[in-house]
Structure formats: C-alpha cells, structure tokens
C-alpha cells in the first residue's frame, strides 16, 4: 500500500489522503482550505480529478467544510461514501443556503447520490477493507477508517477529540474494532495549542447552567451544526427552568441527530426535558402568550448573525447576557476568518465559553499506545515540526510534504 498525502502536511484543513493498491485507489476527504492557510490553488490528482477514475472511491470523514467543501469538484464516476445522519445534516445545510450560493446545488446532486456506511460494519472496495469507527468530533457523526490491504493496516484518525460527551467509549471501540495498527495517520490540530481542551464539553455545560442560572435573557451564538453544543444547551436550559428558542433550521438539524440509529437513542439527543424547544417562525409576529413566557421563565436562544435574529432579539426581553460558543477567531479583526456580521450582533459586552473539537496531544499520545503503531504520520497540523518533537521520542514520525508519498517496506 502507498500512502499519499496531497495536501494537509502542513495546515489544518484542506486534507486529501490517498491510499493506493494494486492499480486502486482510496482517497480520504476533499476539503476546502481554511482562511490565512497558504493557498495551494486547484489540486490536479491523478484519480481524483483527471485521468482513469474508474478504480477510485472517495471517504468523507465529516461534514465540515475543510474535510467535505471540494466534492462538487469530483466527478461522478468517482463514488463517495459517508455516514447517513452526517450526510442528511450535511444536505439540510447546504439546502439551506443553496438559493443564496448557487454552486451548493451542485454539492446538493453529489449529496444525494452519496453512498452510505454503517459505523462498525465493514465494506470492501477493490482491495481495500474499510471498517468506520464512530468518534467524537464537534461534527455530528463523524469518522475514523481502519484501512487494510495488501498486508497492511492503516488507522486514519480523522477530527476527533477525548472531552466531549460521547468520548467515553473511544478505547473500547478502537480495541473491539481495530486492535493493533502498522501505521496511524493521525490529526494534530492542536500540538500547538497545550489549553485548547483544557474544559470538557460536560464542564463548559456545567459553566452554562450556572450562568443561566444567574442571568435570565440568554442569546448564544454557537454552530448551527455543532450539534453536541446544541443539545448540552438545551438540557443546561432545561435544568434552569429557562425556555429554549430555536429557528426550524437549527431544529431541523437537531431532529437529524435524534433520529440517528444509534445515539438517537440516548436521552441526552433528544428533548426529554420539561420543556420542548420553541420554534420561531419569522413570518409570524410574537403573540402575547410567548413574551408573557419569555418574560416570566426568561430563555436560552440560540442565534446566528442574520437581519431575522438580530430583529427578533431587539424585539424581545433586553438586560440580555450574549455568549459566543465557537472559535473566537471569528470576531477578532485581521483574522482570515473575520465576520463582521458576528462580531457586530455580539457587540463588546459578551462571555466567551467553548472548548475544542480535537484533541488534546495527552490523550492522543493515548490512542498511539493503544494503537501500537510501527510509524505516525501528521496531517491536519499547522506544526509538524513540534508534532514530531512531541511525539518522536516514543514513535517513528513520517513527515512528508504535500504531495510526497510513503511506501511501506
């Protein structure tokens, strides 16, 4: 087995890994890269984007933009797996703003036509032997592949963390699904960010209710997709008796989850509290009975930075606490990924309370172990070299460049 990475040595984002056997290849993610990431331009790869596509299939780890935005690039000859409920959340997504940015339609066709794997079950594509594993991302329904073929294993990390509320049961499933791994290429998002993850998500919930508790007009501005955030904040609402509006899209993505085969069965993705969410629809005025609640109970609303959110918070209870719950790169000026919309609806006065989608470099240190790997390669990193540093003393480290490959001996 050959393994390529195309691009990803050396930014977080972006990442295309190939695996190739036997005249058959097996790529992973086709992302679009993040802002301030030095552009690489159009990527020209063989099997991927030109030449003989008819012995290559493309696997999406998740559904955020630097692991799934540069599909619409791909051709249908090439078939693209991915996990149903990310797909579905996915599709909602890109539906949602697809008549403001027509090239989503285009997103949409090849979402549509996706083919589907089931988290534990193994498939086979040419040589390859896939089994999808389950991890905890800030992506919904997210994926790490075991890789086999021609004699080897490769674990493939994908974005996954070891803080969020259903990383409990991460070891258990590497050690049933995976076992021992001869190669690992792994993510390292945060090597250079030591307190990244230094909350977990069940902490900053704890965080949340207790603010709740002491202020009564909640507006939090978070991912729409992030749908671990959404629910830990409808249940820290819930616990403080605050009522807890959405729009139909942002619950639209909620219901995704719930109704996924697997954690839709837990009561933490389903609204089993005393409240249920309330819908807002912005074609319809506020009724009485709803600002009498709003007024009574007080609220956790859930925001974007659109003209309908920021009309609707003037609108209702004010003395509002306003929270941002996603990277604060977004509000700082001179950042790549700048958005003055959010920054102006959030204004001065707001708490910052987030915690990471990745790992922290403790636990990844961890699944190495557990994995046993005879080499580790780094991609999704903005610094191979302390990845290296850090992780060199205790495992072979394979630094390569975009576009170099790594041949097994």
Not at 5 to 27: K, M, N, P, S
Not at 176 to 194: C, F, H, K, Q
Not at 201 to 228: A, G, M, W
Not at 318 to 339: F, N, V
Request: hydrophobic letters at 35%; aromatic letters at 12%; one cysteine or more.
């Amino acid at each position: 087995m050959t393994i390529t990475i195309h691009r990803g040595t050396d930014q977080i984002g972006g990442c295309v890994t190939e695996y190739a056997q036997d005249g058959w290849r097996l790529f992973v993610d086709y992302g679009e890269q993040l802002p301030g990431a030095k552009k690489s331009g159009p990527l020209e790869v063989e099997g991927l984007t030109k030449g003989d596509l008819s012995k290559s299939a493309l696997l999406i780890t998740h559904y955020h933009g630097d692991h799934i935005g540069c599909i619409s690039e791909v051709s249908d000859a090439v078939p693209i797996y991915m996990g149903k409920t990310a797909r579905e959340i996915q599709l909602t997504a890109s539906k949602h703003v697809e008549y403001a940015v027509p090239e989503k339609r285009l997103e949409v066709e090849k979402l549509e036509k996706m083919k589907l794997f089931t988290p534990g079950e193994p498939f086979s594509f040419g040589p390859f032997r896939i089994m999808p594993i389950s991890m905890d991302h800030s992506a919904f329904d997210a994926y790490a592949f075991k890789i086999e073929a021609g004699g080897t294993k490769v674990f493939h990390t994908g974005d996954f963390r070891a803080h969020g509320f259903r990383s409990g049961k991460m070891e258990k499933l590497l050690t049933l699904y995976i076992g021992e791994a001869d190669y690992v290429v792994s993510e390292g998002t945060n090597v250079s960010r030591p307190a990244a993850t230094s909350v977990t998500e069940r902490d900053l919930q704890c965080q949340f209710i207790k603010c709740f508790r002491e202020h009564k007009y909640n507006v939090v501005y978070p991912s729409s997709t992030n749908i671990d955030r959404l629910f830990s904040l409808y249940h820290a609402a819930d616990k403080t008796n605050r009522l807890f509006i959405v729009d139909y899209y942002q619950k639209n993505i909620m219901d995704l989850a719930s109704q996924d085969p697997v954690w839709g069965r837990s009561e933490f993705y389903n609204f089993s509290g005393k409240h249920k969410p309330l819908v807002l629809s912005w074609n319809q005025s506020i009724s009485p009975k709803f600002s009498a609640a709003m007024e009574r109970l007080g609220y956790v609303l859930i925001a974007r930075a659109n003209p309908n959110f920021n009309e609707f918070i003037v609108r209702i209870p004010r003395e509002k606490t306003k929270y941002l719950s996603m990277w604060e790169g977004y509000i700082k000026k001179g950042s790549e990924a700048y958005s003055e919309a959010l920054a102006e609806a959030l204004g001065e006065d707001y708490l910052f309370m987030h915690t990471s989608g990745h790992c922290d470099m403790d636990r990844l240190g961890k699944v190495f172990e557990l994995l046993n790997p005879k080499a580790v390669i780094p991609i999704h990193t903005d610094n191979p070299e302390v990845f290296a540093t850090t992780f060199g003393n205790r495992w072979q480290i394979i630094r390569l460049c975009d576009g170099e490959s790594f041949c097994p001996a």
